[in-house]
């Protein structure tokens, strides 16, 4: 994107990229539609890239495998997460849907009326596999439009050595315990923190929920907003407090972004803790540079943790055509050999009943999957969480700065979500 | 153009056969009198597929992007409908658009005066004669060469609060006891990407420069010492004002590079919330893809905004400068 966007500017001006761009990927769609009886002979999918080594090797086999079972062409765009958001956007702006696109919402679109709901397109035995609460995330008034394609559960990595060193015993459990462990850490000194927060604008609405959950909080209750409820603004108070007052995290976690922030400063031995999910651990088994454990949240007075849960989507496009080859395309998806085979590369956590069975063999895994049943997720069924996901990623680092104000940040993003987005 | 009519009219004369000698005042008469027709027509296969070029990546993206900033857009980017002007309504009402503004001219003046006395400077030095002189002029040109973003990349690495190489240095040399969040710092944040504009923006304005120095002929410089004047009065009085119509291209040019440089801005500043540090550029962008706003309505307004703002910048700049006495004379 960014280097097409310098061509455009190289050829007539940076202003007219958006809509050059815009020519330019919409012409690459793929048509699809003709032969006989209205039905097509190709479809296409837009992919995330979860990974450079997976994910494409993922989808071109998968590709192979649904040409040989359907005889449709299934051609395959992986795109990166930096750009997906533009491209669905352009393709969309240009009248050329994909069949099938895979990204991190979907609300928006069945509001827009673009989807196929599970009734179209899901049969009964892959929809009774689906595990409850993703099948409730991803329906909208009633209907379930996001089919999710993978899901991942947040858990609280520590460092041994550095507990060791610190004189810890175990991971802690409440909060109090928590800000207590992250002292000790943080007094080790030679540049130790206590805890990693990452509250950027990549993902803080990830960090934020982990910690709202374990204080009884959520974005949404009983079908209403409550992004500004006590307890969130308790929980946000309680953020600030540790970078602010405590000082046990590291400098500026309103503006530490997770992937080039606080992930390497967890991976290079700095951070005592950090929130991480399964491809965190694979890269540390990885690098085999850290030793580290991980553990389920603490709570803010140590009752049940919960897990946040996180999954995407394949949402299938109203094309005309094309509704038996994009059925098809679940069948074979989410068959075991399939949906448990990407999961498996991509180091991300199953879906389906299942794959929960298929999975429970790996120790690893164990941490993520007893929780994974009763992960809460964010309100990815409400149309308005898609711009207030956005608002809370561009301002709830300024909460946690020495000047910030915790409750009016959230009262902001309440009344952002209140009125519709 | 006027090459181009000319031809026009050579390659009528060749067509028609030649005329007797008497009739030729006559012929000159009417090709005259037809300009328009003949000359239009002639010139067409010629200035075709440029036409169609332009059209097809200026003028037709222009279209567009108007049409777009008056449409209404859903978060989808499915468009709803017409928006009249309400997108632009929306922009002007932003209530970030205030910083945004200032940002920018802060932004593009900084880049801009600083690149131009440094490359004042570092074009005297290429001039002279010296010892591995290709050398520091390769040098100067890789900046340049490199691409923005991974130049912008590899500062956002070297400025890091945790690792970067500038924090190890100043705290080895002892300037610093802690570590400066050269971008996460709001006082830092500006000056950083300002520096980073600088370092990219220097061999351009530099090579311009020295175009600009190799014009001047040596005998004006002899002359000036004949006459006794200081290495000062010579610069300032003979080098500067003949170095102005390359400074004029340097600076035109430059603001308009400057002010739609979108890498630096946006890698520099992408950890930060908000649009504390965003110049016109990024802030478009954001209003499309990563606000909460996402719409494209609204950044195509902006874009159509920006473009206007920088014609006018532009135009402004060349008529304070008198841009025609200088290049023509």
């Not at chain 1, 669905?88 to 979907?106: C, E, G, K, V």
């Not at chain 2, 520096?195 to 004006?220: C, E, N, Q, R």
Request: positive net charge; proline residues 5%; glycine residues 8%.
């Amino acid at each position: 994107m960014i280097k097409r966007l310098v061509a455009a500017a190289a050829a007539g001006g940076i202003a007219l990229a958006l809509t050059a761009c815009g020519g330019g990927t919409g012409a690459a769609t793929a048509g699809g539609s003709g032969g006989d009886g209205g039905k097509v002979t190709q479809i296409k999918l837009v992919a995330a890239e979860y990974s450079k080594d997976n994910t494409a090797a993922f989808w071109n086999k998968f590709a192979a495998a649904y040409k040989a079972k359907t005889g449709i062409d299934l051609n395959v765009q992986v795109v990166s997460w930096d750009d997906i958001d533009q491209q669905s956007s352009t393709m969309l702006q240009n009248n050329a849907a994909p069949d099938i696109l895979n990204l991190n919402a979907y609300a928006s679109y069945a509001k827009d009326g673009l989807l196929y709901s599970s009734d179209d397109v899901l049969s009964d035995a892959v929809k009774g596999d689906l595990l409850p609460n993703f099948v409730q995330s991803g329906t909208y008034q009633g209907k379930m439009y996001g089919m999710p394609d993978l899901s991942s559960a947040r858990a609280l990595f520590y460092n041994t050595d550095i507990f060791a060193k610190a004189g810890i015993a175990g991971p802690p459990k409440t909060w109090d315990e928590f800000t207590a462990d992250a002292k000790k850490i943080t007094a080790l000194g030679d540049g130790t923190v206590g805890y990693a927060m990452p509250l950027g604008p990549e993902e803080a609405q990830a960090e934020f929920s982990i910690w709202m959950f374990n204080n009884d909080g959520n974005w949404k209750t009983d079908g209403k907003w409550t992004v500004n409820s006590p307890q969130n603004v308790d929980t946000l108070n309680f953020l600030k407090s540790l970078a602010v007052t405590d000082k046990v995290t590291q400098n500026n976690p309103g503006k530490t972004n997770r992937t080039d922030g606080a992930f390497p400063l967890f991976q290079s031995g700095k951070a005592g803790m950090v929130v991480g999910f399964s491809p965190l651990a694979a890269t540390l088994d990885k690098d085999a540079k850290v030793h580290y454990a991980t553990a389920p949240m603490p709570t803010k007075a140590g009752g049940t943790p919960s897990t946040y849960g996180v999954t995407d989507y394949l949402m299938a496009f109203k094309k005309p055509g094309n509704q038996d080859a994009v059925k098809a395309f679940y069948d074979l998806y989410y068959s075991p050999d399939q949906v448990n085979t990407f999961i498996k590369a991509e180091g991300f956590l199953p879906v389906t009943k299942s794959g929960v069975q298929y999975f429970a063999s790996d120790p690893k895994l164990s941490t993520y999957l007893n929780t994974l049943t009763g992960a809460k997720l964010t309100p990815t069924d409400d149309p308005n969480w898609d711009r207030v996901k956005l608002a809370v990623q561009q301002n709830i680092g300024a909460a946690v700065a020495p000047n910030g104000d915790p409750k009016a940040v959230l009262d902001a993003l309440q009344a952002q979500a209140q009125s519709g987005g | 153009m006027r090459r181009t009519s000319s031809d026009g009219v050579g390659a009528a004369a060749t067509v028609v056969p030649a005329p007797p000698r008497r009739h030729r005042p006559r012929r000159a008469r009417a090709a005259d009198s037809g300009r328009g027709d003949v000359r239009s027509l002639t010139a067409l296969p010629w200035l075709g597929p440029a036409l169609v070029l332009i059209a097809a990546v200026v003028v037709y993206p222009a279209i567009e992007l108007v049409r777009a900033s008056m449409s209404d857009y859903s978060i989808t980017g499915l468009r709803k409908g017409s928006a009249g002007l309400a997108n632009y309504a929306k922009v002007l009402a932003h209530p970030d658009l205030g910083t945004v503004l200032v940002n920018t001219v802060v932004w593009v003046l900084a880049v801009l005066v600083l690149s131009l006395v440094i490359s004042l400077g570092l074009a005297q030095l290429l001039g002279k004669e010296f010892f591995g002189r290709k050398l520091v002029r390769w040098a100067v040109i890789i900046p340049w060469a490199a691409s923005l973003v991974i130049t912008a990349r590899l500062f956002t690495l070297l400025l890091d609060y945790n690792y970067g190489i500038v924090n190890r240095f100043l705290i080895a040399v002892g300037l610093r006891d802690t570590p400066i969040d050269f971008l996460g710092d709001d006082r830092w944040t500006m000056p950083s990407m300002i520096a980073v504009g600088v370092f990219v923006t220097v061999p351009f304005t530099s090579y311009v420069l020295l175009a600009g120095l190799k014009a001047i002929p040596a005998d004006v410089h002899e002359a000036a010492r004949v006459d006794g004047a200081s290495p000062w009065q010579a610069y300032t009085r003979i080098t500067l004002p003949l170095l102005r119509p390359a400074l004029l291209v340097a600076t035109v040019l430059n603001i308009i590079y400057v002010f739609n440089s979108f890498p630096i801005v946006y890698t520099l500043n992408d950890r930060n919330p908000g649009f504390a540090h965003d110049t016109t550029i990024t802030f478009m962008y954001k209003l499309a893809f990563k606000s909460a706003d996402k719409s494209v309505g609204m950044s195509a307004a902006a874009g159509v905004a920006n473009v206007l703002l920088i014609l006018v910048v532009v135009l402004a700049y060349l008529r304070v400068s008198r841009w025609r006495e200088a290049t023509d004379g």
